[in-house]
């Protein structure tokens, strides 16, 4: 009993948890009574929230119609009156209230937890599924920052990229550029245009070289020329381009 107990309120946890959670705790298998009973805990709060709200709203227009010299010449009804219209908007006014906002957010997300639990693998808790998302999206984004300056260390400062006939590196291509950054959009396959001239890109390669990182691009030319999809545009010096 105490591990289906932790198992509910493990469900409420974001859904790509539960499989870690499995290992110790039914999460995933008590979605649906987890989001049932977020539904029942709603409503249970809902109805007591709202009955000691109206039982204090009622008591202050009582008072206020009591403590008026205007409303006690107007007799019952004036007080009959007001008490009615306080009736109707205390179903609103409710709903602004912590409690009231309590209350529609546990009812609401565990009912679109018990339909996702129903005819999907179900969902943890809205708002702790949106804090573990953007959590990740920092985390991601700080280790793709620390990732990218340690990189820069290894390049160095940005200097041109250098090219050199492939024999003179040792690798079997007709042209090589060397670069100090890595290029978007030029991945193996990518056609590299160049005035007339046209380069297929082969097995990119890293090396360290004069104590720098450099990424290798290696050039085969192009001669049966068909539809590219992916095409570079790249000014190549005239010397290695010359037939």
Known sequence: MIRAAVGVLAALLPARWWPWLDQYVPATRLALASSILTVIAGG????AGFVAFAQRQASAINDAVLNSPAAAAAGDDLSTLTL????????LAFFLTPTGIAAAYFTLSGLTRALSATIADGSGDPILTAIDAVA???????????RRRSRETLEGAVVPDQVFRGAHLGIDADLVIVCARRKGGWDQGTIVHSGEMWYRVGAIEERTMRGFLRTLYPLREVKDHGVFRRQVEYDIPARFTER
């Open 44 to 47: 249970m709060t809902g109805i």
């Open 84 to 91: 009615q219209g306080v009736s109707a908007l205390s179903v």
């Open 136 to 146: 990740r999206r920092f985390g991601h984004g700080v280790t793709t920052t620390r």
